[in-house]
């Protein structure tokens, strides 16, 4: 494995523990879409058939682990091999599982805070991972709010995807997790002999996946080496938070149809990544996003949901704005890479 992402070698040990020799999620090519949408080459990481159903397995479930192994350390060795603290975390479905079973694995109990719009099949996954489900009223932010409170009322462990300490230790293990992905990419174009990608489309929810590959890509990508940030135009988080310079809490209720995306706070160790970076922030509509759904299942058999197809959405949108493209540098030679982060949940 590359070692570029040195944590990224440690998920991949703790996380063939937890699910079994890890295979690398693959890389389809999709000659038709670059044809119709007058790029070079796109190619799709898919991660529908990772543990889980998404990609979110590999940060959760290792910042679990690891966060338990931590406080293990911390106890007497009488008290360390018997005692295992009582994990919480916010969710919108797919960290939440994550944790659960990392928790699981490890012997720990766990509590995940969901908001009240996810579905009840999400819900179900957690509850059948052994973790016990509350439900805060309101949007995601407001289950991340609840897991705090409930952290510091019980003392339980808090294992969040998001943060506003710019050098959180359990969100660096989520994004260390999900380091594995662009590890994983690197080798994969390599032994392939495939043409490094000129852009990356990366969907952000609170935005540790984007800031994850765009780190992980750094010195990497072929010029322009240009990284969009993909959001439903109801949940613009990292936008905001790229404008403002910090996380910032985005108004209204954030319904959208990319629900792992609906989010109203960037997490502040993600924005330090992106902002470093420079990446250019994009919003998609709801059309934009159900047609994206679709075009993926007809051009290479992928079915997902809108979350893991903004991707595709936001190039779709900009391959068809002449103005845009020539914001981005799209041509007819660019190679695009897309993240597809997520299976469609089976009822």
């Known amino acids: 494995m590359n070692t570029h992402h040195a944590p990224a070698l440690e998920a991949s040990t703790v996380l063939a523990g937890v699910f079994g020799a890890l295979e690398p999620s693959p890389v389809l090519p999709i ?35 690891a966060a338990i192994a931590r406080s293990r350390l911390s106890l007497p060795a009488a008290q360390a091999t018997a005692s295992a603290p009582h994990l919480v975390c916010a969710s919108d479905g797919n960290h939440g599982l994550a944790v ?8 720990a109990n766990c509590t995940v805070v969901l908001h009240s719009g996810v579905p009840e099949v999400r819900t179900r996954r957690i509850r059948d991972a052994g973790a016990v489900v509350r439900i805060a009223g309101g949007t995601y932010d407001d289950a991340v709010d609840l897991a705090r409170e409930l952290a510091a009322k019980n003392g339980y462990l808090l ?7 710019p050098v959180d230790p359990v969100v660096a293990d ?15 174009f390599s032994q392939d002999r495939i043409a490094t990608p000129t852009h990356v489309f990366v969907q952000a929810g609170v935005g540790g996946l984007a800031a994850a590959i765009t780190e992980g890509l750094r010195g990497w990508l072929s010029a322009p080496a240009r990284i969009i940030i993909v959001e439903p135009d109801q949940a613009p988080c990292v936008a905001l938070a790229m404008a403002a310079g910090r996380p910032v809490r985005a108004a209204g209720n954030l319904e959208t149809s990319a629900d792992m995306l609906s989010c109203g706070e960037a997490s502040a160790p993600a924005l330090k990544t992106l902002r470093e970076y420079g990446v250019t922030c994009m919003t998609v509509s709801e059309v934009e996003l159900a047609r994206s759904v679709r075009e993926l299942e007809e051009a290479c058999g992928v079915e ?15 391959a068809g704005d002449s103005l845009r493209r020539q914001e981005l540098d799209l041509t007819g030679d660019s190679r695009i890479l897309l993240l597809v982060t997520e299976a469609r949940p089976t009822p």
Do not use: C
């Not at 260390?176 to 662009?182: E, K, P």
């Open 100 to 107: 659960a079973t990392g928790a699981r694995y490890a012997g």
């Open 31 to 65: 000659p038709s879409l670059a044809h119709r949408l007058g790029v070079g080459f796109i190619y799709a990481k898919v991660e529908t058939g990772r543990p889980l159903g998404s990609f979110k397995s590999l940060g959760g479930t290792f910042a679990a682990v």
């Open 159 to 165: 294992i969040p995807d998001t943060s506003l300490d």
């Open 304 to 318: 997902t949901t809108s979350s893991g197809a903004a991707g595709l959405a936001a190039l779709a949108a900009a």
């Open 174 to 188: 989520v994004m260390a997790g999900y380091a594995v992905i662009s590890d994983e990419l690197r080798r994969q």
